[in-house]
C-alpha cells in the first residue's frame, strides 16, 4: 500500500507542474500580445504627431544647453537713502530705478547706458509721514504708487514729482501696492489692519474692501481680475475680485514677499 500511494503522489506532482508550465506559457504569450499592441500604439501616435522643424529642435538644443549663469559679483553700490532701503522697482521702459526707505521718502534714479550704474543725482519724492514699504511704476514708467507705514499709499507724477491722490482708508500701516494688470486706472493695496482695499484711481474712491483675517505683507495682480496676497497667518489667499471668498494654501511660516512671473503661470513667495 505504500508503494501504490507513494506513485499515485508522483503522478499527481507531475500533472501539477505541466499544468503550472503551461500557465506560465500562456501568461508569456499574452505580455507580448500586450507588448506588441502598446508599440503599434506609439507607432501610430508619432505618425500623427505634428512634426518637428530641424531648426525648432535645433533651437530647443541649445535652450536646454545653455547653463544658468548666477551673479558672482556686484557691478554698482551707492547710497540711496539716509537709513533702511525697504523697497524698489525697476521701470517697465527700463531707464530708472525707484527705492524707498524708512527715511520716509522715494526716490527715482536714471540708469545710464550699460545699466550697470545709475546717475548720482535721484529725483526725490517726498511728503510720507513714515517710512516706504512698496513701490511701483505704472506701466507707462510716468506714475508710482507707494505704500506707507503712516496706514497711507500715494499716486506719484514723475513728470513734476508731485503727489496726485493719497488713498486713504486703512487704519493702520499699508505695507503692499499693486497696480492692477488689467486695469492700471485701478490699484490693490494690502495693509496690517487684515483688508485689502480696491481704488478707482479716475474716481479717488476706495471701490470694494474685503477682510482677510489676517495682516497682508505683500500683494500681486494678475491678470483675469486675480489678486494673490501673502499673510502673517502663514496663508496665501488667491482672489477673483468679482467675489469675496479667496482660496488659500497654507505654508509653514509667515508670507513676507510675493512675485508673479506671468509667463508660465508662477507664484514665488517668502516666509
Not at 488713498?167 to 501696492?177: F, I, N, P, T, Y
Request: hydrophobic share 35%; proline share 3%.
Amino acid at each position: 500500500c505504500v508503494c501504490v500511494c507513494v506513485c499515485v503522489c508522483l503522478e499527481q506532482r507531475q500533472d501539477l507542474l505541466h499544468l503550472k508550465a503551461q500557465a506560465a506559457d500562456d501568461m508569456n504569450a499574452d505580455m507580448r500580445r500586450t507588448k506588441s499592441e502598446w508599440e503599434r500604439s506609439l507607432e501610430s501616435q508619432a505618425e500623427s504627431a505634428p512634426t518637428t522643424t530641424t531648426a525648432s529642435k535645433t533651437s530647443s538644443l541649445k535652450r536646454e544647453a545653455t547653463p544658468t549663469i548666477w551673479p558672482s559679483t556686484v557691478v554698482h553700490q551707492f547710497d540711496a537713502h539716509e537709513s533702511d532701503v525697504s523697497a524698489l522697482c525697476f521701470s517697465p521702459d527700463g531707464t530708472c530705478l525707484a527705492t524707498g526707505g524708512s527715511d520716509k521718502v522715494v526716490k527715482v534714479w536714471t540708469l545710464r547706458p550699460d545699466m550697470q550704474s545709475v546717475e548720482p543725482k535721484a529725483t526725490v519724492l517726498s511728503g510720507n509721514k513714515a517710512g516706504i514699504m512698496s513701490v511701483q511704476f505704472d506701466p507707462t514708467s510716468r506714475m508710482i504708487v507707494t505704500a506707507s507705514n503712516d496706514s497711507f499709499a500715494r499716486l506719484w507724477s514723475l513728470e513734476d514729482q508731485k503727489c496726485k491722490q493719497t488713498l486713504e482708508g486703512h487704519s493702520s500701516k499699508v505695507l503692499a501696492a499693486r497696480f492692477l494688470v488689467d486695469d492700471s486706472h485701478k490699484v490693490v493695496t494690502g495693509s496690517h489692519d487684515r483688508t485689502l482695499k480696491i481704488w478707482d484711481l479716475q474716481r479717488g474712491a476706495c471701490i470694494k474692501t474685503v477682510f482677510a483675517g489676517s495682516s497682508c505683507c505683500d500683494v500681486v495682480a494678475t491678470k483675469r481680475a486675480l489678486v494673490v496676497s501673502g499673510h502673517t497667518d502663514k496663508k496665501i489667499r488667491f482672489w477673483d475680485l468679482r467675489s469675496t471668498v479667496p482660496n488659500e494654501i497654507l505654508l509653514d511660516g509667515k508670507i513676507t514677499s510675493l512675485d508673479h512671473y506671468p509667463e508660465h503661470q508662477l507664484l514665488l513667495c517668502c516666509s
